[in-house]
């Protein structure tokens, strides 16, 4: 088994892990409770700020589960590959796993700020993570093809642009149960974590990011996925 998880993708294994912990929380209410994000509890008791990290493991129902590690495998994977040949195998995974857990941590801060002494606010799910994989892969394809509804074609540029513009507009109405300012935090992260390791790891590859930024669309030659 353990030889499995050195050799595996390690998107795969967020995957599965995510999964099951997920399955396992549907099932046990108490296990659900010691995982959510809770900022009260957090706010006074150091211990629990474990929960940073274990609410990326966990979701409100199978929908929401299956959406994001849906996203997770599509982009992720594509991340997670990327990091691997700009650097080295042991160094991309590295980065990849900061890349994904700095996310889900990044993406509590927001409603921590905010509800730390709101008894009754609890939140879950790993959007902070994919939001950053997301914004991660729009870095080395800004203009690949992504489907919206499977039928759309948006450029991955635009996408990102609109998709921060819209996390961040939701988050001020603050109008339904999303948590959008997770959404932004985890996809600020992933633009700027990416765009740091680049710079300071593989600056050589800078232009030809520069190149393919100014190469423009081309209508569709390139799918995003």
């Avoid at 995974?93 to 889900?104: E, K, S």
């Avoid at 994989?133 to 509804?149: E, Q």
């Avoid at 935090?185 to 974590?193: K, Q, R, T």
């Amino acid at each position: 088994m353990l030889e499995f998880v050195q050799s595996a993708p390690i998107t795969a294994v967020i995957i599965a892990v995510t999964c099951i912990i997920s399955y396992l929380a549907f099932q046990n209410r108490e296990l659900m409770d010691k995982l959510i994000f809770h900022p009260y509890s957090v706010s006074r008791d150091s211990s629990e700020m474990v929960r940073f990290i274990t609410n990326g493991f966990i979701h409100a129902d199978f929908m929401h589960l299956g959406i994001n590690m849906f996203v997770l495998y599509m982009f992720g994977g594509f991340a997670e590959r990327t990091f691997n040949q700009i650097f080295d195998p042991t160094l991309g995974r590295i980065f990849y796993l900061v890349l994904y857990f700095g996310a889900v941590i990044v993406a509590c801060i927001p409603a921590y700020m905010k509800h730390k002494n709101n008894s009754y606010y609890r939140s879950l799910g790993a959007s902070g993570g994919t939001s950053a994989v997301i914004l991660s892969y729009c870095i080395f394809l800004p203009w690949a093809y992504l489907y919206i509804m499977g039928i759309l074609p948006v450029p991955a540029i635009v996408f990102a642009i609109g998709y921060l513009w819209y996390s961040s507009h939701m988050s001020n109405k603050a109008s339904d149960n999303v948590a959008h300012d997770a959404h932004l935090g985890g996809a600020v992260f992933g633009l700027f974590f990416s765009l740091i390791v680049i710079i300071a790891f593989a600056s050589s590859i800078i232009p030809q990011l520069i190149e393919g930024l100014l190469q423009g669309p081309t209508w569709p030659t390139m799918l995003g996925f």
